[in-house]
C-alpha cells in the first residue's frame, strides 16, 4: 500500500514512517499543506494520514480539497480532544481519526480498518479463491498449510487482491511497494511476482501476466 503522511513534527514523522516501511508499505512525507498537495498531484495513494495543525494552514482544509477532488481514505492525527472537533473532522469527511499521544499498532490497527471498509470487507482475511490471505499478518492459508509471506511479498499480494481481476502495470505496483526516493526498477516487481506465483502453487488463483501491460490476480468464478 502506498501512503501519504502530512505531518510537520520530524520527530514524530520519522517514527511514523520507520513503523509503516518495516511493514512493507511505501511512505512519502510532507511537512506541511504546500507539499502535502504537491505530492497529490504527483502520486495516488490508498491512504492519507493527515494532521491538523500545519504551518502553512489548517490540514482540514486538505481534507476538503480531497474529497471534491476524489475518494482517497483519510485519517486525521489530532492533538485536540474535544468531540466537536472530532466530529467536525468526520462530517468534513474524514474516514477516521486518532488522537495524539497514540500507540503505533493502534495507528496500524485503523489504517487497516479504514482499508478494509473501503474495501468492503469487515474481516482481515481476503479469499483469494481457495487460499485466504491476511495482510495484517502476511499469513497465506491453503487448507490446512500456512506460510508466512515476506513484507514486500504481503503488500504486493494485497494490491493485487484488492484488485483482483484488474491489470496492474508494474509502475503502479512499484508505487506501491516503493518510495519514490528507493533506488530500484521493474525488475523487482518481477522477482516479487515469481516468489508471489510459487507461494500460491497448490491454489486455483493465478498471477497472470498481461504482455505490455502488468499483472492481473485471476481467481475462479
Same mark, same amino acid.
Given at each position: 500500500?502506498?501512503?501519504?503522511?502530512?505531518?510537520?513534527?520530524?520527530?514524530?514523522?520519522?517514527?511514523?514512517?520507520?513503523?509503516?516501511?518495516?511493514?512493507?508499505?511505501?511512505?512519502?512525507?510532507?511537512?506541511?499543506?504546500?507539499?502535502?498537495?504537491?505530492?497529490?498531484?504527483?502520486?495516488?495513494?490508498?491512504?492519507?494520514?493527515?494532521?491538523?495543525?500545519?504551518?502553512?494552514?489548517?490540514?482540514?482544509?486538505?481534507?476538503?480539497?480531497?474529497?471534491?477532488?476524489?475518494?482517497?481514505?483519510?485519517?486525521?492525527?489530532?492533538?485536540?480532544?474535544?468531540?466537536?472537533?472530532?466530529?467536525?473532522?468526520?462530517?468534513?469527511?474524514?474516514?477516521?481519526?486518532?488522537?495524539?499521544?497514540?500507540?503505533?499498532?493502534?495507528?496500524?490497527?485503523?489504517?487497516?480498518?479504514?482499508?478494509?471498509?473501503?474495501?468492503?470487507?469487515?474481516?482481515?482475511?481476503?479469499?483469494?479463491?481457495?487460499?485466504?490471505?491476511?495482510?495484517?499478518? #502476511? @499469513? +497465506? /492459508? =491453503?487448507?490446512? !498449510?500456512? &506460510?508466512?509471506? *515476506?513484507?514486500?511479498?504481503? %503488500?504486493? $499480494?494485497?494490491?493485487?487482491?484488492?484488485?483482483?481481476?484488474?491489470?496492474?502495470?508494474?509502475?503502479?505496483?512499484?508505487?506501491?511497494?516503493?518510495?519514490?526516493?528507493?533506488?530500484?526498477?521493474?525488475?523487482?516487481?518481477?522477482?516479487?511476482? #515469481? @516468489? +508471489? /506465483? =510459487?507461494?500460491? !502453487?497448490? &491454489?486455483?488463483? *493465478?498471477?497472470?501476466?498481461? %504482455?505490455? $501491460?502488468?499483472?492481473?490476480?485471476?481467481?475462479?468464478?
Amino acid at each position: 500500500m502506498r501512503y501519504l503522511l502530512v505531518e510537520d513534527n520530524a520527530e514524530l514523522a520519522a517514527a511514523i514512517l520507520k513503523r509503516l516501511m518495516l511493514d512493507g508499505h511505501a511512505v512519502d512525507h510532507a511537512g506541511s499543506v504546500a507539499e502535502a498537495q504537491d505530492w497529490l498531484e504527483t502520486a495516488s495513494y490508498d491512504l492519507i494520514l493527515l494532521d491538523v495543525m500545519l504551518p502553512d494552514g489548517d490540514g482540514r482544509e486538505l481534507l476538503r480539497r480531497s474529497r471534491a477532488d476524489g475518494g482517497t481514505p483519510v485519517i486525521m492525527l489530532t492533538a485536540r480532544s474535544q468531540i466537536c472537533d472530532r466530529v467536525s473532522m468526520l462530517d468534513q469527511g474524514a474516514d477516521d481519526y486518532i488522537t495524539k499521544p497514540f500507540d503505533f499498532s493502534e495507528l496500524e490497527a485503523r489504517c487497516r480498518a479504514v482499508l478494509r471498509r473501503r474495501g468492503g470487507s469487515p474481516r482481515n482475511e481476503i479469499a483469494i479463491g481457495t487460499a485466504f490471505f491476511d495482510p495484517s499478518s #502476511g @499469513r +497465506l /492459508r =491453503k487448507g490446512n !498449510e500456512t &506460510t508466512e509471506l *515476506r513484507n514486500r511479498e504481503t %503488500r504486493l $499480494l494485497e494490491a493485487l487482491a484488492r484488485h483482483a481481476g484488474q491489470v496492474m502495470s508494474k509502475e503502479r505496483l512499484l508505487d506501491s511497494l516503493f518510495s519514490f526516493d528507493a533506488d530500484v526498477t521493474e525488475n523487482a516487481i518481477e522477482v516479487y511476482v #515469481g @516468489r +508471489l /506465483r =510459487k507461494r500460491l !502453487e497448490g &491454489t486455483d488463483a *493465478r498471477i497472470e501476466t498481461v %504482455r505490455g $501491460l502488468g499483472y492481473r490476480l485471476d481467481l475462479p468464478r
